[in-house]
T-cell receptor
Framework: GAVVSQHPSWVICKSGTSVKIECRSL??????MFWYRQFPKQSLMLMAT?????????EQGVEKDKFLINHASLTLSTLTVTSAHPEDSSFYIC????????????FGPGTRLTVT | EDKVVQSPLSLVVHEGDTVTLNCSYE??????LLWYKQEKKAPTFLFML????IEKKSGRLSSILDKKELSSILNITATQTGDSAIYLC?????????FGGGTRLMVKP
């Protein structure tokens, strides 16, 4: 089956620092990757969609300068939370789909970010 | 704006009970509806429904889509404590998923 990994699984950082989260598709080529954010006891909120080699498309209300997304290869997308604040603390999940018509999105295990 | 609504928000049952979770949607360019189970980490895929009226079954779980009513149900029979989780439904339009708020199910021994 399709496997997606995320690294790190858990990170604590200080306010003002930047944190990079990696999302990798291990056994398939992910032309599209999605980044979601989940607050406690809430559902997944789509932050942005990225296609390999092009700029990410951000959902309304998501600051592109704060949440930098790079999808440089068919197996790797990164989300960088810049100048992190405590309100950025959340669970970040990526998912990947294999081609533009695929009905399946394969989720990574998620990254829990805590900003102190 | 696409909308996916799940009910109930939460549910507490005892082992052996049968539960029905509901998902309704208003989505443009609807392609399919997906059900996920989320425990401590990322959601795990349960079902994808594209055609109306065709039940999908996996063990004690089953699901069906009603495109006329713009809704889907997820049934779990003979519930077990391991079924305790958040159940998410999501609609796929184009290549994007829109998630509902989830139903938190707790199964007591």
């Amino acid at each position: 089956g399709a496997v997606v990994s995320q690294h790190p699984s858990w990170v604590i950082c200080k306010s003002g620092t930047s944190v990079k989260i990696e999302c990798r598709s291990l056994d398939f080529q992910a032309t599209t990757m999605f980044w979601y954010r989940q607050f406690p006891k809430q559902s997944l909120m789509l932050m942005a969609t990225s296609n390999e080699g092009s700029k990410a498309t951000y959902e309304q209300g998501v600051e592109k300068d704060k949440f930098l997304i790079n999808h440089a290869s068919l197996t790797l997308s990164t989300l960088t939370v810049t100048s992190a604040h405590p309100e950025d603390s959340s669970f970040y999940i990526c998912s990947a789909s294999g081609d533009r018509s695929s009905y399946e999105q394969y989720f990574g295990p998620g990254t829990r970010l805590t900003v102190t | 704006e696409d909308k996916v609504v799940q009910s109930p928000l939460s549910l507490v049952v005892h082992e052996g009970d049968t539960v029905t979770l509901n998902c309704s949607y208003e989505v443009t360019n609807f392609r399919s509806l997906l059900w996920y189970k989320q425990e401590k980490k990322a959601p795990t895929f349960l079902f994808m429904l594209t055609s109306s009226g065709i039940e999908k079954k996996s063990g004690r779980l089953s699901s069906i889509l009603d495109k006329k009513e713009l809704s889907s149900i997820l049934n779990i029979t003979a519930t077990q404590t391991g079924d305790s989780a958040i159940y998410l439904c999501a609609t796929k339009a184009g290549n994007m998923l829109t998630f509902g708020g989830g139903t938190r199910l707790m199964v007591k021994p």
